[in-house]
């Protein structure tokens, strides 16, 4: 009796855990709203008011009823396969690119459709022009060039009549036998005119823009090549606008100014071109080795025993991440397991497969060596994270991988950019197909504890398989 | 060489096909290449400024455009396949079938017989043919705009698997096989002009006209060939594979894909091969465009600063150095593709190795112009914007030949910026001084050199307004072919610059209407030019002005100097033409002349590095004593 209730407990007990924990990890994944899930997941090939990869979802609702979205959403290859007309033609409209299919509750789709409703809405005030005036956007919207035109044609007009008046002077001068305008004159005044006002253009955008341009590098090897950038910079900088000067500065001095102006017969000088090519080369030598240094350590440097590994799979259009599970290890794939529920190609019948977690945004553990494992299911796309300055092609057929460290957390990150709203973010820089401008992935680093926290809130592979061991212990 | 062809060949009477159409001189096929150049040129703005629309004003709406391109901008926007397709376009366009075709086709027919002294091209109806293979092509090209699934999409470099896949994005349909029908014509057209170039160069050559007393113009179209003989076939030869994947089931550049829905049968082969295979061509491809650029700028600076060349054996020797070396620099494009990385450390060394000979030019024609007698001829003007252009955009490859720092500038905005200033820009400069420069031999005219001025002003200015702000976006890592900006944060704040840029590039684009009218106005209406109107010394400006058939009535003159005796101390005027014999010269200029060099006055090997040089000439037999 005592030995059976004990058992009775230890099984209540473990049922309740389950049930807790199952309801928290639902409730820590269920959590994203409408927004988010529609940002994460639709948005790379689906916008409100304009067809992208796929058609615009205006009026989606009076397209299709919810039972049949829902069931699209879900599978959308499964409807096409059990034959419903509309959907065969829906993706044969769309160049067959088949939708992935959405592992989501009824009420995550809901959302989602909600979510586009109140877009459109949005979308409907805007265009009336109605609400609080909108944003800037809006109003450029309306405004279209502005009064472009109006300024181009001015400055056309203006340049005929100059032009013209010119041409009346000059003829009348000329008349008396005298050149009014020296052209060799202005042109060689021009090119002191271009140099200066040029260089000052230069300043400005210096001025205006670097502040616009990547902040400190947040990974280890960043800093490294930011280092590099900056030396390269000033070296290059100095050449610019020394010879610039030098050529701008000559055509006006040495500019024809009438018969008595004479050239200098100089047809060579050997020692000054040794100099102009020892010179340079020597430079060369020096950038070359410091390159082939840093790029020797940021792609072939150690692997080290406690990095975070992780697959980056790249399709049209969107990312895909997977973390191995407790066994540190990515279980094997191969792309004709691709499937509309298996949309990476993951080995189900290996082991290894089991623990692997499937996850929409990437945490990352701040210093720790962290090695992204490229994979790509149809074109060649390119993993590039330029806030650490990372980049690697992903390339089908050919696994490839890029290793670095993350030095910064976002949140450091915000703070150092005073931009609350900054985000570390996967874009696709390899062209491949109408919404490359829109893959994208949030990356998060956190510290070591919150990753952790982050890792266990992830569902596995097999949530079907895990839950059945649960049942078994 | 010297054969003198007795009969008169501009009496015989010619009908309107065979002089205007299938035209087998050397003077009408060059213009064919011109206008033919000039249409694409056009084409491939027009194309630049409807993306750059999109760029500028990316959540605008704009009526006209979906009355223009029907279903490619339904509702006033610009669907983002057909963006990529403009961008796919205006690319190919302007690297072959303006700056390659348009720019050597042009001058290297016009001037190789010019200015060796030759009657024509060695073989006039090759020549013929090229021009037609490549008219066919461009037509074949734009056609490829016309078609439902809309022209080729996957970028100028066609990269495999998108271009393989028409799954992957529509371009890659029926615009893709056209463009590669188109490429494969247009291949064979370069490599027939180009055989030619080099056979007439090399064999035909007037007395008196040592490789030696070529002028650089001549130098750079003969470098050119060469590496057009050398690298097109190995496009060529990727395309067909390519066609092969695409049409025949094969799988060079396949493997491992699933797309639309389903897992293809193609395994074992690389997506990489086709971009070594694309940059063996690609790299040398920017130097065939390059070169003849360079070319021209020397030939109109020494002209137009009453100068010689400083340095001319650099000059060749620099132009040598470049052809050789862009042949084992291509790995400099595939850094961040996966490709081994030792390979990038060696790319990474030859590519900034190109950087000295590079260097060596700029240097020399600064020193050209130091102490010179300037004209500013509308040339002139182009040809140092040039300079200004190749130093602007030559510096910047300085990071990206860099292995490392590619990792995070590989196909930004930087690298946009990048091949625009130096590749783009500065070639387009080159074609328009040599237009300016060469036009009075192409029609016996003059362009108006006012508007000449405005011209290169506005476009001097624009093409910095357009391209120098874009090094800031790359420095953001902005990437290149995207469609908008609005949806990642950090790109986001660069949509004011983007729509200053797309103002830039429409006024700049505006004032090249400037020379479209300046060019055909004066063929019927500019001023008369005379023989010599720049007071050159080399050969094509003895010709008569009307451009006869075999270029000189009589006998074919014969040379004497080299083309740079430009303000001879001593000499009565400050040219000495190539035809003017030592004997003519006042005595003083004689003397020192003769006797310690035998062409020029410092031809003396007078150090171990000319000495080496002279050599390295004899090597390839470049020298004759």
């Known amino acids: 009796m005592k030995f059976q209730s004990l058992t009775a407990v230890k099984w209540l007990s473990s049922g309740v855990l389950t049930v807790v924990f199952g309801f928290l990890a639902l409730t820590a994944v269920a959590q994203p709203t409408g927004a988010e899930l529609f940002s994460n997941n639709c948005a790379a090939c689906h916008k409100i008011d304009q067809d992208l990869v796929g058609p615009a979802l205006k009026g989606i609702y009076d397209r299709r009823d919810e039972a049949w979205l829902i069931k699209w959403i879900r599978n959308s290859q499964a409807v096409i396969a059990s034959g419903d007309q509309y959907a065969v033609d829906l993706y044969n409209k769309w160049n067959k690119v088949a939708m992935p299919a959405y592992d989501w509750s009824d009420d995550e789709i809901k959302s989602v459709l909600a979510y586009v409703k109140e877009q459109e809405a949005a979308l409907a005030t805007q265009s009336a022009g109605g609400g609080d005036g909108g944003t800037a956007a809006v109003a450029a919207k309306r405004d279209g060039w502005g009064n472009g035109p109006l300024v181009i044609l001015t400055i056309i007009m203006l340049g005929a009549l100059l032009l013209y008046a010119g041409r009346v002077v000059s003829a009348r001068y000329k008349l008396k036998g005298v050149r009014l305008f020296n052209w060799n ?289 | 060489m010297s054969h003198n062809h007795e009969h008169h060949h501009d009496h015989h009477q010619e009908s309107f096909i065979s002089k205007y159409i299938f035209s087998m001189d050397h003077k009408m096929i060059a213009k064919q290449y011109l206008i033919t150049g000039m249409i694409m040129a056009v084409v491939a703005a027009l194309l630049s400024l409807l993306f750059r629309l999109q760029l500028g004003w990316p959540e605008d709406t704009f009526p006209w455009l979906e009355s223009l391109l029907g279903d490619w901008g339904k509702g006033g926007r610009l669907d983002p396949n057909f963006y990529l397709a403009l961008v796919t376009m205006h690319g190919t366009l302007m690297v072959f079938f303006v700056l390659t075709a348009g720019l050597s086709g042009t001058f290297s027919n016009l001037l190789i017989p010019f200015q060796i002294g030759a009657r024509d091209m060695a073989s006039p109806f090759m020549n013929m043919l090229s021009y037609w293979l490549f008219f066919l092509s461009s037509v074949i090209m734009l056609v490829s705009l016309f078609v439902e699934s809309g022209p080729a999409a996957a970028g100028w470099t066609i990269y495999p698997p998108l271009s393989a896949l028409p799954q992957a994005v529509p371009g890659s349909g029926l615009g893709m096989t056209l463009w590669l029908i188109s490429m494969t014509l247009f291949i064979a057209s370069s490599l027939m002009g180009s055989l030619n170039y080099i056979t007439t160069i090399l064999n035909m050559r007037t007395v008196g006209m040592k490789m030696t007393r070529m002028p650089l113009t001549i130098w750079s179209f003969l470098t050119t060939s060469i590496l057009g003989v050398l690298s097109f076939p190995v496009l060529l030869a990727a395309a067909v594979l390519l066609i092969f994947d695409r049409s025949f089931g094969t799988s060079f550049y396949l493997s491992d894909i699933f797309i639309a829905g389903e897992a293809l049968n193609r395994q074992g082969g690389s997506p990489i091969l086709f971009q070594h295979l694309f940059w063996f061509l690609g790299h040398p491809e920017v130097y065939i465009v390059l070169m003849p650029a360079l070319g021209i700028t020397s030939e109109v600076i020494a002209t137009n600063a009453r100068k010689p060349i400083f340095g001319y054996r650099a000059m060749v020797g620099s132009l040598l150095g470049i052809s050789f070396l862009s042949f084992i620099v291509w790995g400099h494009h595939m850094f961040v593709t996966g490709m081994n990385p030792f390979l990038g450390n060696v790319f990474m060394i030859l590519t900034l190795v190109i950087a000295v000979p590079s260097a060596v030019k700029t240097f020399n024609y600064l020193a050209t112009l130091w ?63 040599g237009v300016y420069h060469w036009y009075p031999k192409m029609f016996g005219k003059l362009m108006n050199e006012k508007l000449g001025y405005l011209h290169f002003w506005l476009t001097f200015a624009a093409v910095y307004l357009v391209f120098f702000p874009m090094h800031f976006m790359g420095l953001d890592g902005v990437p290149r072919r995207y469609y908008n900006f609005t949806g990642f944060e950090y790109m986001s704040e660069w949509m004011d610059l983007n729509r200053f840029i797309s103002v830039s590039a429409i006024l700049g684009s505006a004032a090249q209407l400037i020379f479209i009218w300046n060019f055909f106005y004066s063929i019927r209406k500019g001023k008369d030019a005379p023989q010599n109107p720049w007071n050159s010394n080399t050969l094509e400006w003895t010709t008569p002005v009307e451009r006869i058939h075999g270029n000189w009535p009589g006998e074919i003159p014969h040379v004497h100097r080299w083309p740079y005796d430009y303000s001879v101390p001593g000499a009565p005027q400050d040219f000495i033409p190539q035809t003017v014999k030592d004997d003519d010269l006042p005595e003083t200029l004689r003397a020192p002349k003769v006797a310690p060099a035998p062409e020029h006055a410092t031809a003396e090997a007078s150090t171990t590095e000319t000495l080496l040089f002279s050599r390295f000439l004899n090597l390839f037999g470049l020298k004759r004593a």
């Open chain 1, 185 to 473: 004159n202005i042109n060689g005044v021009l090119f002191i005119v271009f140099l200066v006002v040029g260089m000052a253009l230069v300043a400005f955008q210096f001025l205006k823009y670097m502040k616009f341009t990547l902040p400190v590098a947040a990974s280890e090897h960043g800093v490294v090549l930011d280092q590099m950038l900056a030396i390269t910079f000033w070296i290059t900088f100095v050449v610019f606008v020394a010879t610039h000067i030098l050529l701008f500065v000559y055509a006006f001095m040495y500019r024809n100014q009438g018969k008595e102006s004479k050239a200098l017969y100089y047809p060579d000088n050997h020692k000054l071109e040794f100099f102009w090519t020892v010179i340079p080369a020597v430079v060369l030598t020096v950038l070359v080795l410091y390159g082939t240094k840093v790029w020797r350590e940021i792609t072939q440097g150690e692997i080290e025993e406690n990095r975070v590994e992780l697959e980056l799979f790249a399709y049209q259009f969107g990312w895909q991440a997977r973390f191995p599970g407790a066994d540190g290890l990515l279980g094997s794939h191969d792309f004709r397991m691709i499937s509309a529920t298996n949309s990476m190609g993951i080995d189900e019948m290996d082991p290894n497969s089991k623990d692997d977690l499937l996850v929409p945004e990437v945490y990352l553990p701040v210093n720790r060596q962290v090695v992204l494992r490229l994979r790509a299911r149809d074109v060649i796309h390119s993993a590039y994270l330029p806030h650490f300055r990372v980049q690697m092609n992903v390339v089908p057929g050919m696994p490839t991988q890029f290793v670095f460290t993350p030095t910064m957390t976002t949140e450091e990150m915000r703070e150092k950019t005073n931009n609350y709203n900054f985000n570390y973010e996967l874009a696709c820089n390899k062209i491949c197909g109408a919404a490359h401008f829109n893959m994208r992935m949030k990356f998060v680093v956190v510290s070591e504890a919150e990753y952790e926290a982050w890792l266990t809130k992830q569902r596995t592979y097999f949530r079907k398989a895990e839950a059945q061991t649960a049942s078994i212990n």
């Open chain 2, 371 to 433: 102490k010179g007698n300037i004209r500013f001829t509308p040339a002139m003007l182009f040809a140092i914007g040039l300079v200004s252009l190749f130093i602007s955009g030559g510096l910047t490859g300085i990071y990206l030949g860099n292995a490392a720092l590619d990792i995070n500038l590989h196909d930004t905005y930087f690298v946009v910026a990048h091949f625009h200033l130096v590749m783009g820009s500065a070639s387009m400069f080159g074609m328009l001084a």
